[in-house]
């Protein structure tokens, strides 16, 4: 079975407040968000059909469906309680309950498609190394030859930092700037510093170069990074 670790989205104060958690978190969020939407319209037809692999909280679906009224969406998330938030957000912002359904489980709860293009935003680092190949492709298996699929999620190198042998190491150096930056954007500084031990220590954070690859294996090409912030990388692929 294809999934993520335990999803951290099920505690009813972390949903509750979810919708502020990623501009605190992801430098230029919001425009993420519009340069995914962009990337996926050069492909997507006007009256296309897009995947959401980890549609919990809704943030990308509300973007895209405001921005594309003729786009159709099919939703996944592990999580309920964060489904039931993009159900929400989705009736606040006046979309029609006939463009959006929504799955519970994993991508392979997805319908089969075939799909105009797809996004997977800041989910990816929450899969185990050996199970992003096996993901990535049920993701390619959905989509029509040469749709487009965006991804963006923490991907930080591995090498050695700018103190040479006995220096910080890159990837700790990333880590910490993540950290930086929610404190910069008000979370404490403890709050700041234990999310950073907490991805240092259980997420499957690849490096950039790990992260094309998989995407190759799982039989994407045309692999081409968009979107840098920090810890955070993105890239546009083709099916």
Partial sequence: ?????????????AVARYAEVPRRNVPGHDSLLTMSRILLAERVPAHGRVLVVGAGG???????????PGWRFDGVDPSQPMLDLAAQRMQIAG???DRVAL???????APAGPFDG???????????????????????RRLKPGAPLVVAHLSV?????PG?????????????????FQVACGVAPEHAARARDKIAAELAVLTPQEDEAVLREAGFNDVQM????FAFRGWVASA
């Fill in 164 to 180: 040479g042998e006995g220096g910080a190491g890159e990837r700790d150096l990333w880590l910490s700037r993540y950290a930086a």
């Fill in 95 to 97: 979309v029609s309950g």
């Fill in 118 to 140: 797809a996004t997977c935003l800041l989910t990816f680092h929450f899969v185990p190394r050996e199970e992003r190949v096996p993901m990535a492709a049920e993701i390619r």
């Fill in 1 to 13: 079975m294809i999934h993520p670790t335990a999803s951290p989205f099920t505690d009813p104060a």
């Fill in 157 to 161: 190198a591995a090498g050695a930092g």
């Fill in 226 to 229: 968009f979107y840098m912030g």
């Fill in 103 to 109: 799955h519970h489980g994993y991508v392979q709860s």
């Fill in 58 to 68: 809704g943030l990308e679906l509300e973007d895209m469906a405001l921005a594309h």
